[in-house]
């Protein structure tokens, strides 16, 4: 039997970690939280996942600079990183843009709303 694979959610919100968390462990991952970004670089660096879901507006150390410093560690530059966020690539007014997205190197770029569905088949397309 295949060790199960381990995903790290780094998000602020409690609520909505806890519904990924519930679709990812019913696809059969197991699932481990994080509440920032600080937060999320030492779960990573304490023991590295197969995959991080990372949102981009959190506080302390937003998505993009977690994801700039996992692609730029090289024990981390190849754990799969899905950047979530409520960003719009129309909004001009915020610091969060998709083409900053874009130029952090992550693995793939989920808009919400997005479904727990959703993230569960980018993580699994990531990992697979």
Known sequence: MSEKKRILVVDDEP??????????EKEGFEVEIAYNGIEGLEKVHANPPDAVVLDVMMPEMDG???CRKLKGDEKCVDIPVALLTAVASHVTS?????????STEADDYI???A???EIAESIKRLID
């Not at 915020?94 to 874009?102: E, I, K, P, Q």
């Open 64 to 66: 993009y600079e977690v």
């Open 15 to 24: 609520d909505f970690c806890a519904i990924v968390q519930g679709q990812l």
């Open 111 to 113: 808009a919400k709303p």
């Open 115 to 117: 479904s727990a569905e």
């Open 94 to 102: 915020t610091r969060y843009t998709h083409r900053d997205g874009m």
